[in-house]
């Protein structure tokens, strides 16, 4: 797609993130604080926007957006 912008912040060990994008104009963000943390992070359509923060350690989840 286009005009998409995507990041990852990790501080621990063992952290895993995912920020998938299909479309265009997405917007979106992984802070994970801690260690063994897992998320996914997966915008499809147009326009859509997030930001997630995890914190602790062992956290899992998932997020899916829709914009049309």
């Known amino acids: 797609g286009y ?3 995507g ?3 990790q501080n621990g060990r063992g952290n895993q ?3 998938h994008q299909q479309g265009n104009g997405h917007n ?3 802070t994970q604080n801690g260690n ?4 996914g992070l997966f915008q499809f359509g147009r326009n859509t926007n997030a930001n997630v ?3 602790g350690n062992g956290s899992t989840g ?3 957006q829709f914009g049309w």
């Open 17 to 19: 993130g995912i920020v």
């Open 62 to 64: 998932a997020t899916f």
């Open 53 to 55: 923060s995890q914190y």
């Open 36 to 39: 063994n943390n897992r998320y």
């Open 7 to 9: 990041g990852i912040a």
């Open 28 to 30: 979106g963000t992984i």
């Open 3 to 5: 005009g998409n912008s």
